[in-house]
């Protein structure tokens, strides 16, 4: 039992958990109300009952005086032969309904009710138990005879007999039940009222902590995790009232926000700084290995005026020089996109722009099988074709880089919703065969120099700044990338607007 009581306790906290604040208070309100109700009424009716049952007692002990005297009356010596009938029932003063039954030697001599015409009905011989098993002691009784209740009392006569006198509980059962159902119907259309009240009590008294959570809604809506943000969102001065519980709890939120304010404009100026200090140095460094650069070649071209050993030398500075141009080219690139720099805005031939893109991972990689998965018919988009073209040259740079020579490689193109919901737009596609991509590594493939174990190995000097670039620039178009992965194949899937 216990087990079970446990359980259902469990399951009801279970589902007043999920209920709202405003209905949990008004139920408990409710039910409250309903005990007092309960309690109040139990109480009354109890008392009234008792109340009645005092006042018929004391009729009834009146009208067992009354059936003694017609019963004992004339004196002995004079009293005529007993006949056994209930003339005594038929005393003056007694009324219609009174019990009256004469026991003698542990049977029921003769048992009658006066009717409202004052005749004296004989009870049928299943009432002989019941009258015979109330105490004779002329205390009063409740006892139910030939399916009727009735207050009964029992006392002894001078010759042995047993006289029962009672009195019909109809009138009094039938009082105190029309004060229950009175109070039955008063209770409810209290509760009813005290209901609607408590729904415009409890709504007008939640409301301030309403807005406190719009206030704490709109404020997790906003893009707080890079960007300049402007955190105006505040609780309204009358919400704050330290005095009250809702008001501490608009005050604390308003001190929280106005600290994730403080933190948010120190990370911008940070942020800043840095984007602007890689900005800064990345242009500057384009021109010292710009030179680098040229100079390498320059003593390349003398050809056997170099020594072979300075030849090769030069050879790798001018291949690290490369590697480190096209990081700091990347870097830049990064910087102007954190920076909001437009992008062109021109209708650009995806078909063609993946079938271009294909071509050079070709001829970048010819150790790869590099296959196309067109529709019949060209998908265009508006956008800046030189930065699609690098989404498209790093999607497959990164499928060549990571896989070993003679995987598979597709490049596909769609238009139209993509069947999951998705609103109309083209989607990009680039499918590879390697050993995929770690599990654990996947949530961070977009996040600027993140580094694959050495299931995707980075032998061709990966800067780790591709995919940061794929997902910068698509979402600077508006669009989304996303990845699945799973070892034997690997799908990156740029959606555009």
């Known amino acids: 039992m216990s087990t079970v009581g446990s359980a259902v306790r469990s399951r009801l906290r279970q589902r007043l958990a999920g209920w709202p604040l405003r209905r949990r208070l008004l139920v408990a309100l409710l039910a409250l109300l309903a005990a007092v109700c309960l309690i109040v009424g139990a109480v009354s009716v109890l008392a009234l009952r ?36 209930p003339g005594f029932l038929l005393a003056p003063g007694q009324g219609a309904g009174t019990l009256g039954a004469v026991l003698r030697d542990g049977q029921v001599r003769v048992a009658a009710v006066l009717d409202p015409t004052g005749v004296a009905r004989l009870l049928p011989d299943r009432a002989d138990h019941q009258l015979l098993g109330l105490p004779v002691d002329g ?27 009672g009195l019909p509980l109809d009138e009094l059962n039938a009082t105190v039940a029309r004060l229950g159902l009175v109070e039955v119907l008063v209770a409810a259309g209290g509760l009813l009222v005290a ?3 408590g729904v ?27 960007g300049d943000v402007a955190l105006a969102e505040r609780v309204p001065e009358q919400d704050t009232d330290p005095r009250t519980e809702i008001g501490q709890v608009g005050a604390a939120l308003n001190h929280m926000l106005n600290h994730v304010a403080a933190a ?60 480190m141009t096209s990081l700091v080219e990347d870097m830049l690139l990064l910087a102007r996109l954190d920076a909001g720099r437009p992008l062109q805005r021109e209708s650009v031939d995806l078909s063609q722009l993946v079938v271009d893109s294909v071509s050079d991972a070709h001829a970048a990689g ?44 597709v490049a596909g193109l769609a238009g139209g919703p993509d069947g999951n919901g998705a609103p109309a737009g083209a989607r990009i596609w680039v499918a590879d065969q390697g050993p995929g991509i770690p599990a654990d590594l996947l949530p961070h493939v977009f996040e600027r120099f993140a580094r694959a174990d050495a299931g995707r190995s980075r032998a061709a000097g990966s800067t780790g700044l591709g ?9 600077a178009h508006g669009g989304r990338v996303t990845v699945e992965s799973a070892p034997g194949r690997t799908v990156f899937t740029v959606h555009l607007p």
Do not use: C
């Open 467 to 475: 995919l940061a670039i794929v997902h910068a620039v698509v979402a």
């Open 264 to 323: 948010l404009e120190a990370r911008h100026a940070s942020e800043t700084q840095v984007r602007q200090f890689v900005a800064d140095a990345s242009h500057e460094l384009r021109t010292p290995l710009a030179a680098i650069r040229g100079y390498s070649e320059l003593i390349e071209r003398r050809g056997d005026a170099v020594p072979d050993e300075v030849s090769e030398a030069l050879r790798r500075a001018r291949s690290q020089t490369e590697r």
């Open 139 to 165: 205390m009063p009784r409740t006892l139910v005879v030939a399916g009727r209740e009735y207050r009964a009392v029992a006392v002894p006569t001078w010759r042995g007999d047993v006289l029962v006198t």
């Open 200 to 226: 415009l009590i409890v709504r007008a008294t939640l409301r301030p902590l309403r807005r406190v959570a719009a206030t704490a809604g709109r404020v997790a809506e906003l893009p707080l995790d890079r």
């Open 50 to 85: 008792g109340l009645l049952i005092g006042k018929l007692d004391a009729q009834l002990l009146a009208a067992g005086e009354r059936s003694s005297s017609a019963f004992l009356e004339p004196p002995p010596t004079q009293r005529p032969p007993d006949t056994g009938g």
């Open 195 to 197: 209901g609607g009240a």
């Open 366 to 409: 010819p150790g790869h099988h590099f296959t196309l998965d067109l529709p019949d018919d060209p998908v265009t988009v508006t956008g800046d074709a030189t930065r699609l073209g690098q989404v498209l040259a790093n999607l497959l740079a990164n499928a060549r880089t990571h896989t070993p020579p003679g995987t598979t490689v």
